[in-house]
Every structure is written in structure tokens, then in C-alpha cells.
């Protein structure tokens, strides 16, 4: 799918507007749980990577109705990188919308959470209808180019590493089944396939080790 067909979008809901949602204690229990990236769209939810940020690891062990604890990938005494699913209204909803992508910066804060959302524009101007059911009055959503919202890794990977990566988001690599192969990417680049998996493969490995790291 071409990147000039999708759009982003920004969604803010405070903690006061969040009450009602079963995701709420993710506040209240950790400082912050941040969407590194996803791995599997179902109707159990959104499977995906997390970075999670406590005072103390015993937080993980803490009941979440809105997110289950799959596998800790790395620990530290102040950060764990999780594979998990995402079960609440959020996470199932975009886990039964293929054409949009929950993308970093995506994240929860002790004064309610953040949404990076991009899709194609149709997709996006349904979500916003759609989450009136979702989400109570009060969040905030704002409509941009990818300009405006370029994913949290645009800082730290080289320029090519990121047009890969974005390249192979846009075409649903990562998506679950996959909706397209890297030689399919390879093609819509024009470059060979050993480059292009050189390259996810070491986007994906930076991503990790950077939210792994004991910050």
C-alpha cells in the first residue's frame, strides 16, 4: 500500500476520561507501557511487543484486564520488554481493523495514554466514528501527514533501516497472516531481498536492545 495513501492520527485520553475502561490500572501499576511493535491480530486481541516501566518488579505480577503478560523477553529492576496480548476495547478493535497500524509513539502515562494510529483515510475517518463507542467524551484525536507523526524509532535507526521498516509496515509484513514477502517489499524498493532482510533484521534488533536498556 502506497505511503501517500495513509495518514496518521493522534489520539489523547486523559486519565479522568479513561475511568471507564478496563485498561485503567495499566496507569496506576506502572509508569509507563509503551507499543513497540506488533506481531498478531486475532479475536483475542492485539499481540504485541511492550516496553514497561515500574518502581518495582513485582508490578508485573499485578492482574491487568486489558493486558496479559505472554513472555518477559528481558528484565531489569525498572523495565521489562514483553511480549503480551492486548484484550481490552482498544486492543480488540484495531485487532479486527487490517488497514490500520497502532505505531510507535503509542504509550500509557500516569495522566492517561497516547495513540499513534495511521492508516489509510477511510479506515482512519471510520475510526472516528467508531471509537464514540469506545472511547467516552474528553480524548482528543488529531489528523496529520506522516510528517507530522513519524514513528519514535525515525530517531535512532539510519535512514534506511527506516524506509525499509516503514516500507514493510505499510504492506502488512508484520501483520498476522502477512499480507505480503520481503521480496515483495524488495520489488516495490528496487532492492535485492537479502538487503531488505538485512535490514529488518537489524531495525527489529535495535528496537529491542533500545527499550531493553535499564533507562
Not at 507499543?35 to 491487568?64: A, M, N, W
Not at 503480551?84 to 476495547?89: A, K
Request: aromatic share 8%; net charge negative; charged share 25%.
Amino acid at each position: 500500500m502506497a505511503s501517500e495513501h495513509t495518514r496518521y492520527v493522534q489520539i489523547n485520553l486523559g486519565s479522568d476520561q479513561g475511568q471507564s475502561l478496563p485498561g485503567r490500572t495499566l496507569l496506576t501499576d506502572f509508569k509507563k507501557v509503551e507499543f513497540l511493535s506488533s506481531i498478531e491480530r486475532s479475536e483475542k486481541g492485539t499481540r504485541c511487543y511492550v516496553s514497561i516501566d515500574y518502581d518495582h518488579p513485582k508490578r508485573l505480577e499485578s492482574e491487568q484486564a486489558a493486558m496479559e503478560i505472554l513472555n518477559i523477553i528481558h528484565q531489569s529492576p525498572t523495565n521489562a520488554v514483553c511480549e503480551v496480548m492486548l484484550t481490552g476495547p482498544i486492543g480488540m478493535y484495531f485487532a479486527s481493523k487490517p488497514e490500520l497500524w497502532w505505531v510507535a509513539p503509542s504509550y500509557t502515562h500516569p495522566n492517561g495514554l497516547r495513540l499513534t494510529i495511521r492508516g489509510t483515510t477511510g479506515a482512519l475517518r471510520q475510526m472516528r466514528t467508531d471509537l464514540e463507542g469506545v472511547l467516552i467524551d474528553g480524548y482528543t484525536m488529531k489528523l496529520g501527514s506522516e510528517s507530522e507523526f513519524n514513528p519514535e524509532f525515525a530517531d535512532f535507526l539510519p535512514e534506511r533501516q527506516t524506509l525499509v521498516l516503514n516500507k514493510a509496515i505499510n504492506m502488512g509484513y508484520y501483520d498476522r497472516p502477512r499480507q505480503c514477502t520481503q521480496r515483495e517489499i524488495a520489488d516495490e524498493l528496487n532492492l535485492k531481498q537479502a538487503t531488505v532482510s538485512e535490514h529488518l533484521q537489524a531495525a527489529e534488533s535495535a528496537i529491542i536492545h533500545r527499550y531493553s536498556s535499564d533507562l
